[in-house]
C-alpha cells in the first residue's frame, strides 16, 4: 500500500488549499480514509473521515463547515478542500487508509499512512 499527499503549501488566512492523497495497493471499497494532523507539539488529531460503504464523513469540530473530504473512485485519489483557514490549522497533514470502524478518527484504527504535506497559515 502507497499512500502519497500533496497540495501543501502556504496561504494568507481565510485563504484555500486542496489536498491530495494519490492511493494504490488499497481497496477501499470496503474501508475508510482519512485526514490526520500534528502542529509542532501537539498530537497528532484525525480531522476528517469517509467511510467508503455509503461515503458518510465525519469531522472534528475544530474544522467543520469549513473542511470537505471526498474520494475519486476513478482516480483513485482523496482529496481535502480546505477554505476559510485559520493559523491553528498551521500543521503536518497525512492521509491515511484502512478497515472502517464506524467512522471513527483514532490513528490507532488506520494501517497505512502516507508520508505527510506541510500546511502553513499566515495570520
Known amino acids: 500500500v502507497q499512500l502519497v499527499e500533496s497540495g501543501g503549501g502556504s496561504a494568507q488566512a481565510g485563504g484555500s488549499l486542496k489536498l491530495s492523497c494519490s492511493v494504490s495497493?488499497?481497496?477501499?471499497?470496503?474501508?475508510?480514509m482519512g485526514w490526520f494532523r500534528q502542529a509542532p507539539g501537539k498530537e497528532r488529531e484525525g480531522i476528517a473521515v469517509?467511510?467508503?460503504?455509503?461515503?458518510?464523513?465525519y469531522y472534528a469540530d475544530s474544522v467543520k463547515g469549513r473542511f470537505t473530504i471526498s474520494y475519486d473512485t476513478w482516480e483513485k485519489t482523496l482529496y481535502l478542500q480546505m477554505n476559510n483557514l485559520k493559523p491553528g490549522d498551521t500543521a503536518i497533514y497525512y492521509c491515511?487508509?484502512?478497515?472502517?470502524?464506524?467512522?471513527?478518527?483514532?490513528?490507532?484504527?488506520?494501517?497505512?499512512w502516507g508520508q505527510g504535506t506541510q500546511v502553513t497559515v499566515f495570520p
Open positions: 469517509i467511510r467508503a460503504s455509503d461515503e458518510a464523513t
Open positions: 491515511a487508509a484502512g478497515t472502517d470502524y464506524g467512522l471513527v478518527a483514532d490513528d490507532i484504527l488506520y494501517p497505512y
Open positions: 495497493g488499497f481497496t477501499f471499497d470496503d474501508g475508510a
